[in-house]
């Protein structure tokens, strides 16, 4: 397990080296080509292709084929001004129709039931035979299509043509949907990154989007009060602030880690379940820990530990299947950095007050019951004195982005 831990972490800061080299770029067709590289890297794909959205048609802008051009994009000339509609007709273009992944175990032997068609042209022109196929929609920060990007034939370590595992669907979704933004400003800086690191981990745009914000407004508003109350220097009370509104706005980020399966389920998860996920608080660690940066630093804090508790009952500590990463046990109290408990507190809150997928919200009173009560278990009782000092700023807060 540690050695597919490894992996992980290694596939994850190969996607953040890359996105960072990617910077070094000008000029979308270059971008274009070395999105669709590395994507097929990951998934170990023969083949690949992407579409981009111009006037609501689906436009080839790029392949690459290893068994036939070899070297990448030899022979994109040909299929250059090919278009499709967005419509259930084809793989792509249902795939951006639906803005939902399609996965293909075997082009010729479809399920009847499926909508699409598998356009076996480009096989025809080409002689080339397409088995499996993984078609990835590349959705920006507001939600709207960009593009679509297909890989076809994932190979095993023998270079035998295999069905796309979830790890490399995992992987390939992960940094597509990273692509989508870089594709859409052909340029990149330091606070995209860290958009596409967030966005990445937007599952549920519609549920995470808000939330993303809500956190990180209470969590700025706690620490606020919190450090005014400790006599805290302004200069320091503005910096911090700064860095826990963002930081805080990846907490779940390794929620991406987790499959929808667990991460939609509209039940209770069981013990198994919930034991895996426990694990998108490492898996969000690990993009950031080669931190550089004073909000690296702090990010990582916040996302390894937002689920500690101040009585030392919380995780990750040991989490199965993540030995030899970076908790062995769970921490306690004042061990747990600050920026952590706060972003506990303003998580909790907002689960508890908000619909998720497996709960409706709870009203007000049993709310704040519970946090009353988990002061001292689950929560730093300090933070939860401030808390209730500022409820009505932290209810403004929730009104302004439902
Ligand atoms: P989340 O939905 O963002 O919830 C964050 C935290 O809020 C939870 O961390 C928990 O401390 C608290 N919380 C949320 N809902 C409830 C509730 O109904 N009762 C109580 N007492 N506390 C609640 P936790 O438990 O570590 O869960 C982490 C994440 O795991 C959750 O994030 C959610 O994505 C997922 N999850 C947890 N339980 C379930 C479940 O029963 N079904 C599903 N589908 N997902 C779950
Ligand atoms: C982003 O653009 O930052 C992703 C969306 C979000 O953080 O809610
Ligand atoms: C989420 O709360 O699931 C989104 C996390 C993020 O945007 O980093
Ligand atoms: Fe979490
Ligand atoms: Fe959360």
Request: aromatic fraction near 8%.
């Amino acid at each position: 397990m540690a050695t597919d831990m490894r992996r992980e972490k290694n596939t994850v800061e190969s996607i953040l080296s890359t996105i960072r080299s990617l910077n070094q770029i000008k000029g979308v067709d270059m971008i274009l080509d070395r999105i669709l590289f590395e994507s097929r890297r990951l998934a170990n794909a023969d083949a690949g292709s992407i579409y981009l959205l111009k006037d609501n048609k689906l436009v080839f802008s790029n392949v690459q084929n290893d068994s036939l051009f070899g070297s990448r994009g030899a022979g994109a000339a040909l299929y250059a001004d090919s278009v499709l509609p967005v419509s259930s007709e084809t793989v792509v273009g249902h795939s951006a129709l639906t803005k939902e992944t399609v996965v293909i175990d075997d082009a010729y032997n479809l399920d009847p039931d499926v909508p699409y068609t598998f356009q076996s042209s480009f096989d025809e022109e080409s002689h080339y035979h397409s088995r499996s196929i993984l078609t990835i929609p590349l959705i920006n920060s507001n939600d709207a299509l960009v593009g679509v990007i297909q890989l076809i034939n994932a190979r095993d370590e023998h270079g035998q043509i295999t069905t796309f595992s979830e790890h490399s669907k995992t992987m390939a979704f992960l940094f597509a949907n990273s692509a989508a933004v870089i594709i859409e400003h052909g340029l990149l800086n330091r606070e995209t990154i860290l958009r596409m690191v967030r966005m990445a981990a937007l599952h549920d745009p519609k549920e995470t989007g808000a939330h993303v914000q809500r956190v990180s407004t209470f969590s700025a508003e706690i620490y606020q009060r919190w450090a005014e109350k400790k006599g805290i220097p302004d200069q320091e009370i503005k910096n911090f602030r700064d860095l826990i509104s963002l930081a805080a706005m990846s907490h779940d980020a390794g929620k991406v880690g987790i499959s929808d399966t667990i991460l939609k389920k509209p039940a209770k998860l069981t013990d198994e379940e919930f034991g895996v996920m426990k694990r998108h608080t490492i898996y969000g660690a690990q993009l950031f820990t080669d931190a550089a940066t004073e909000l690296d630093k702090m990010t990582y804090e916040v996302i390894l530990h937002h689920h500690e508790k101040w009585n030392g009952k919380g995780y990750p500590g040991k989490v199965e299947h993540c030995e030899g990463t970076e908790c062995s046990r769970s921490l306690a109290g004042e061990e747990i950095p600050l920026a952590a408990r706060i972003v506990a507190l303003a998580d909790v809150f907002d689960a508890l007050s908000s619909s998720r997928c497996y709960k409706e919200p709870w009203e007000k009173e049993k709310v704040y019951d519970v946090i009353r009560s988990e002061s001292g278990k689950h929560f730093d009782p300090e933070l939860v004195e401030v808390f209730f000092e500022i409820i009505d700023i932290l209810c403004a807060v929730q009104r302004k982005y439902q």
